[in-house]
C-alpha cells in the first residue's frame, strides 16, 4: 500500500488475555519500528527492526511483550498476559534503510483497551 | 543519553496569528536530524517539518518555520497565520546518528481559537 498499515485499529481484550498487533509497512522500507502513546503521553520506543539485523529490543517494558518481523516485511507485536496498565495505542512506524532525510512514515496506531 | 522537552503542555492561538511551540533537546551527538510531528484526531502522526543539524539555516515549509539554535540545543517550531486546522498534538523529536529510533517529546496541545 502507499502507507503503513495497521490493524485491528481498535481492540478490547480482558485482562490476561493475549493480543497480536500487526504492522505492514510502506513497500522498500527496511527499518521498522513500534511505539507506545499511553493517553496524554508522548511517544514511548519499544522495539526496532533494520533489515536482517537482530532486533533492538532495549525500550520492550516486559517481558510480556515480543515481536518478529517477517520476510522483512511485515511486523507482529505480541503482548501476553494482557494487564490494563498496557492500555494505549500502538504506532507502528517504517522508514529507508541508512539515514536518508531521517523520517519516520507512521500508521494510524491501534488502539489497546484491557478491561 | 537522548532528551527531548516540551515544555508547553497546552498552548492557544487565534486564527491568523502566529504561535511559536518550544522545544529543547540533549545529545552528545554532533550530527543528528529534528522533526516537528503533528498529530490530529485521527492518531496519524505527520511531519511538519525537519532539521539536519549540520545545516545552520533554519528550515522552512511554507507558514511553517523553525527556529534552531544548536549551542543552546533548542528547536521551537512558529506557525504563521494559523487554521483551525492546525488544532493538533505537536510533538518535538531528535533522531541521533545511524538507524536509530525516534526520541519524542511529551507533546504540545495545540486550540486554534475561531
Known amino acids: 500500500g502507499a502507507g503503513v498499515s495497521q490493524s485491528p485499529s481498535n481492540k478490547v481484550t480482558e485482562k490476561g488475555k493475549d493480543v497480536e498487533l500487526r504492522c505492514d509497512p510502506i513497500s522498500g522500507h527496511t527499518a521498522l519500528y513500534w511505539y507506545r502513546q499511553s493517553l496524554g503521553q508522548g511517544l514511548e520506543f519499544l522495539i526496532y527492526f533494520q533489515g536482517n539485523s537482530a532486533p533492538d529490543k532495549s525500550g520492550l517494558p516486559s517481558d510480556r511483550f515480543s515481536a518478529e518481523r517477517t520476510g522483512g516485511s511485515v511486523s507482529t507485536l505480541t503482548i501476553q498476559r494482557t494487564q490494563q496498565e498496557d492500555s494505549a495505542v500502538y504506532l507502528c512506524?517504517?522508514?529507508?534503510?541508512?539515514?536518508?532525510?531521517?523520517?519516520?512514515?507512521f500508521g494510524e496506531g491501534s488502539r489497546l483497551t484491557v478491561l | 543519553a537522548q532528551t527531548v522537552t516540551q515544555s508547553q503542555p497546552e498552548m492557544s492561538v487565534q486564527e491568523a496569528e502566529t504561535v511559536t511551540l518550544s522545544c529543547t533537546y540533549d545529545?552528545?551527538?554532533?550530527?543528528?536530524?529534528l522533526f516537528w510531528y503533528k498529530q490530529p484526531p485521527s492518531r496519524q502522526m505527520i511531519l511538519v517539518i525537519r532539521q539536519e543539524a549540520y545545516k545552520q539555516q533554519n528550515a522552512t515549509e511554507n507558514r511553517f518555520s523553525v527556529n534552531f539554535q544548536k549551542a543552546a540545543k533548542s528547536f521551537s517550531l512558529k506557525i504563521s497565520d494559523s487554521q483551525l486546522g492546525d488544532a493538533a498534538m505537536y510533538f518535538c523529536a531528535l533522531r541521533p546518528s545511524g538507524n536509530t529510533p525516534l526520541v519524542f517529546g511529551k507533546g504540545t496541545r495545540l486550540s486554534v481559537i475561531a
Open positions: 512506524a517504517s522508514s529507508l534503510k541508512g539515514r536518508g532525510t531521517g523520517e519516520l512514515f
Open positions: 545529545t552528545s551527538e554532533s550530527d543528528y536530524y
